[in-house]
């Protein structure tokens, strides 16, 4: 997976902790806006690209390496672990 953004962001970091128990190797890019611009129109970081996608958002990268990959030595929470996706209201 190519992950860009820099260590100083939590966002990157949470994501590239996930990535290491699931398995999956980064390759890190580190660089401005003239890079993130070719990428991401939103330009913020994390945005990783894996599987023939580019994701936004460290959640939408998450959730996907542990649908993908399975949750490792990670546990899920209880409402991924019992496959509920969102609250219902009704
Ligand atoms: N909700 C986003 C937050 C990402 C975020 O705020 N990233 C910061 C770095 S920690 C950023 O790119 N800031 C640049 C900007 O807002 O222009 C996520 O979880 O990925």
Redesign the pocket.
Known sequence: MKLYGFTN???VRRVRVVAQEVGVQVERIEGGQAVLQGVSPI????VATIDGKTLF???VIIDWLTTTRGWGSLVPSRERAAGVEGVRTA
């Open positions: 962001s939590p966002f330009r913020k970081v994390p958002e460290s959640r």
